[in-house]
C-alpha cells in the first residue's frame, strides 16, 4: 500500500541533504489552493506560502522556518464566509526510529519528559514529506469556531426558547396533567 500522494512537492531525501542545508519555498497556485481548502473541508485558501530551513540533524533533519496563509470558512453562526490570517513559525525535528527499539513490556516504566517542548517525528526510510507538516500546521492553526466579529444568534435575530418553554418544562406540564387526572 502507498501512501497518499501529496498535495505539493515538499519532499526531502536526507541522504541528499548538504550538510549546510537547503532552503524551500512553497507558493501554492490556485489549484493547488483549492486542494488544501478541500483536505481541510473550508470554503477556499487564498494565500498559502512557506519557507523553511532544512538542516541535518542527529541522521534526520530539523525543519524551521514560517507559514502565512489566508483562509476562509464558514461561520459558525451565520455560515457566512470569514476570513483569518494565519501566521506560524515552524521548529520541527524529524528523527530516524530506532532499529533495535522493541515496544515496552505491559506493565513497564516509561520516562515522559512532560517539560520538552515537542517530540521530534519518526521517520522511516530516506525521504521526509515536508507538505504534510505544512499541512498540519494549516490545520492546527484554524479557528475552530470561526465567526465574524459581534455576532451571535441574537444578531441574526434568532430567538431561543426561554427556560420555562423549553423541552423539560413541556415534559413537567404533561407530567403535572397526568397527575392532575388521577
Given at each position: 500500500m502507498s501512501a497518499p500522494k501529496p498535495i505539493f512537492d515538499a519532499v526531502v531525501r536526507i541522504d541528499k541533504l548538504p550538510s549546510a542545508g537547503r532552503s524551500i519555498a512553497v507558493d501554492a497556485d490556485a489549484a493547488t489552493r483549492a486542494e488544501i481548502a478541500a483536505a481541510m473541508n473550508i470554503l477556499s485558501v487564498e494565500r498559502f506560502e512557506a519557507s523553511l530551513t532544512i538542516a541535518p540533524l542527529r541522521g534526520g533533519l530539523r525543519a524551521q522556518g514560517h507559514l502565512k496563509a489566508v483562509v476562509s470558512q464558514a461561520s459558525v453562526v451565520s455560515f457566512e464566509p470569514v476570513s483569518e490570517v494565519i501566521s506560524e513559525d515552524i521548529d520541527r525535528g524529524f528523527l530516524p526510529a530506532p532499529r533495535d527499539h522493541q515496544?515496552?513490556?505491559?506493565?513497564?516504566?516509561?520516562?515522559?519528559?512532560?517539560?520538552?517542548?515537542?517530540?521530534?517525528?519518526?521517520?522511516?526510510?530516506?525521504?521526509?514529506?515536508?507538505?504534510?507538516?505544512?499541512?498540519?500546521?494549516?490545520?492546527?492553526?484554524?479557528?475552530?469556531?470561526?465567526?465574524?466579529?459581534?455576532?451571535?444568534?441574537?444578531?441574526?435575530?434568532?430567538?431561543?426558547?426561554?427556560?420555562?418553554?423549553?423541552?423539560?418544562?413541556?415534559?413537567?406540564?404533561?407530567?403535572?396533567?397526568?397527575?392532575?387526572?388521577?
Open positions: 515496544a515496552p513490556a505491559p506493565g513497564s516504566e516509561v520516562f515522559v519528559d512532560l517539560e520538552d517542548e515537542d517530540f521530534p517525528d519518526h521517520i522511516d526510510g530516506p525521504e521526509v514529506d515536508l507538505s504534510a507538516m505544512l499541512l498540519e500546521t494549516l490545520a492546527l492553526a484554524l479557528d475552530p469556531y470561526p465567526k465574524r466579529p459581534g455576532e451571535t444568534l441574537d444578531t441574526l435575530g434568532v430567538a431561543l426558547d426561554p427556560p420555562e418553554e423549553g423541552p423539560f418544562a413541556k415534559l413537567a406540564r404533561l407530567a403535572k396533567e397526568g397527575n392532575d387526572k388521577d
